[in-house]
């Protein structure tokens, strides 16, 4: 919505309502956050101001979950998974520019939707799990995707899932490797600046119902059987799947591959591509 159709104060206000259920959905589960966000925040704001706030806010979330629960990382998992991102991100960035993102969008939403409705319908004697080793993998997955569209989350959680973490080790583990994801991306924001005034104030107004929305997060997060845990991961699974599908689908790009108008083709670079950094970065968050 439009600043003139709405006053400033209810943008304010619900703006500050979508924070507050964002971190507490993030706080609880470990990720999610964007996916409760960035649909209402790019309504309210649009999406130039939306993305760098969320992702302030995503730093902020994991930059206080992993001081407070520093002890119950795997960092022998974490170091795996980085070292093999790191050698994932130039495959990434070579298919860059050859891979629609649409299509990689699509791909992975059916992915995540294959794998969550699979988890979700599994009779419960039947277990999935990977070998430790197994971070090298999803490690190098998540680095190619990261280096061509910035989604890195979706890999870390199923990694996090199929090994078994309790939800305890399971939400602070994520954090270790979400928090330099996000510092990078409000540092991009920042040095592109794309971090306004009314950005930081949204952020200093928020920071009271962050904090509450954390502790609360924390509260909720430890009351949760490990049953009941791992079906609300699969369900945020399924429906940030749906999210990536319904995006990819009615992307200005994928239009355009259906329309095959040459025409088109000359100026939809120009028309998409100031909003390209936005939209990767948001769905890095979204990965989340």
Not at 141 to 163: E, S
Not at 205 to 223: M, N, Q, V, W
């Amino acid at each position: 919505m439009k600043d003139h159709i709405m006053h400033p104060t209810a943008i304010a206000a619900g703006t500050l309502c979508v924070l507050f259920f964002s971190t507490l959905t993030r706080s609880t589960l470990g990720f999610g956050d964007a996916l409760v966000a960035m649909p209402f925040l790019v309504m309210l704001l649009g999406m130039q101001t939306a993305t760098p706030l969320v992702a302030l806010v995503s730093t902020l979330i994991s930059l206080i979950i992993l001081v407070r629960n520093w002890r119950l990382v795997d960092f022998r998992m974490i170091w795996r998974f980085i070292v093999a991102a790191a050698c994932g991100v130039p495959v990434g960035l070579f298919y860059l520019t050859r891979v629609p993102e649409p299509i990689m969008q699509m791909l992975l939403g059916l992915l995540l939707i294959g794998f969550s409705l699979y988890n979700l319908r599994r009779p419960s004697h039947v277990r999935m799990r990977v070998p430790p080793q197994a971070a090298y993998a999803f490690g190098f997955a998540a680095g190619a995707l990261g280096g061509a569209y910035n989604t890195v989350g979706p890999m870390l959680v199923m990694y996090g899932y199929l090994r078994g973490w309790p939800p305890e080790q399971f939400r602070a583990t994520l954090q270790s490797c979400f928090f330099p994801a996000y510092g990078s991306i409000v540092i991009g924001h920042g040095l592109a600046g794309l971090i306004t005034p009314q950005i930081l104030q949204y952020f200093v107004l928020s920071l009271p119902l962050i904090c509450l929305a954390i502790y609360l997060g924390g509260r909720f997060h430890t009351s949760i059987p490990q049953a009941q845990f791992t079906c609300y991961v699969n369900v945020a699974l399924l429906l940030i799947g749906v999210f990536l599908c319904v995006r990819a689908y009615a992307s200005p790009a994928n239009a355009h591959i259906h329309a095959g108008h040459r025409t088109a083709q000359s100026a939809i670079p120009s028309a998409v591509s100031p909003n390209r950094a936005q939209c990767s970065s948001t769905a890095c968050t979204l990965g989340a």
